[in-house]
């Protein structure tokens, strides 16, 4: 493997969404700049004082739900004190001119994923991780059942000061909210429009290129190999229903996404002996991040066909698909006033790093 990562500096485009770009710059990796030690973490099992531990229950609001039940948790669902939305309350929306406001309605909670206050997610086992999908799972079906005003549901995970957890107990959060967010909307609109063209899912595509997909391209006067792609070089890890790819366009260093094999537009419609494979994926995907850029803080969130109206036609064109976002670097004034994201690692170089990493039981 290349101890160091090729010159680069061209502008991607995101397949899904067209009109997000990022640029690639690994030049600017080299920019002299001070040293960030990696975040710390609290690895206690037990914090007497933390409301998600066990003994706490009564500083939290009543459980929702509990796994495998309130006594003997390991997974516990809770309503979040302090809600982005929420159905206390449900305000009519208004107009003023260009001015428009919808309720603020909604559900806001929290999934405790684990029992063990400092545990890491590549440090717990695979029935576990298989469990808090189910958690995911059936609370989401649950939420759209009881409400048929909202219209997603988003599962998330924020890891690390620098990702917004503001606890340092394990956790995952769930929003459920009367509008689909643009990220996804973009995501339904854009594969639609390449499903009707082509009549075959994109997410699907990609990974038929990951998997079975090379090329070299030369240059036209020199005869010199300018680009060369080969078979799985964007390929992370893979599972029997499940692979993780780091996208030819991605927007963070260590970005990663895990999809379905198969195509499927709704998490809801994952089955349940199938969530073993992907927390297998996710469990070993977060093994080698851990194992490359050693203390990542990071976000994860689950992107779903959305229940609404408009979205559901979508079944044969979207592909549900889970979202693993490093934050190893804060957007700059570039960023933010233009749009583009910077990224200063190639999407090459990282897949290669994270791919050599020798896990315990790789054989």
């Known amino acids: 493997m290349s101890s160091k ?17 990022v640029v690639i710059a690994t030049a600017r990796s080299l920019r002299p700049r001070k040293k960030e030690d990696p975040a710390p973490r609290d690895t206690r099992k037990h914090v007497d004082q933390c409301p998600f531990c066990t003994g706490n229950e009564d500083k939290t609001p009543p459980a929702i739900a509990s796994y495998p039940d309130e006594k003997n948790w390991k997974i516990r669902i809770v309503e979040n004190l302090y809600p982005v939305l929420d159905d206390d309350n449900n305000l009519p929306g208004f107009s003023l001119g260009l001015q428009q406001a919808i309720s603020g309605y909604g559900r806001h909670e929290v999934i405790i994923d684990n029992d063990n206050h400092g545990i890491a997610i590549h440090e717990m ?16 079906q649950q939420l759209y059942s009881l409400d048929k005003r909202l219209r997603y549901v988003l599962v998330f995970k924020n890891f690390g ?79 029997k229903h499940f692979v993780a790819i780091k996208p030819f366009a991605s927007r963070f260093e260590w970005e990663i996404q895990i999809l379905p094999l198969t195509h499927q537009a709704d998490f809801l419609d994952a089955d349940t002996d199938k969530l073993s494979d992907l927390a297998r994926v996710l469990r070993r995907t977060m093994a080698r991040l851990e194992s490359v850029i050693g203390g990542a803080q990071y976000n994860y969130f689950l992107h779903s066909l959305p229940h609404d109206p408009e979205c559901l036609a979508s079944h044969d064109s979207y592909h549900w698909h889970l979202e693993i976002c490093p934050r190893t670097s804060i957007p700059s004034g570039f960023e933010l006033g233009s749009g583009f994201f910077v990224n200063i690692i190639s999407p090459e170089y990282a897949a290669e790093k994270l791919r050599a990493v020798k896990l315990d039981n790789d054989t």
Do not use: W
């Open 5 to 21: 990562q090729e010159t680069l500096r061209e502008i991607r485009i995101n397949p899904i969404v067209p009109n997000q770009s």
């Open 161 to 239: 000061p620098a990702a917004g957890a503001s606890i340092a107990h394990t956790h995952s959060q769930i929003i459920a909210m009367p509008v689909t967010p643009e990220d996804v909307y973009n995501e339904v609109v854009h594969s639609r429009r390449y499903y009707q063209k082509n009549n075959q899912c994109i997410f699907c595509s990609l990974i038929d290129e990951a998997l079975t997909f090379e090329a070299t391209i030369y240059d036209r006067e020199s005869g010199a190999i300018r680009r060369k792609i080969n078979v799985g070089q964007y390929v992370v890890e893979k599972g």
């Open 125 to 140: 086992d695979e029935p576990h991780l298989a469990k808090l999908f189910f958690a995911y799972q059936n609370r989401m």
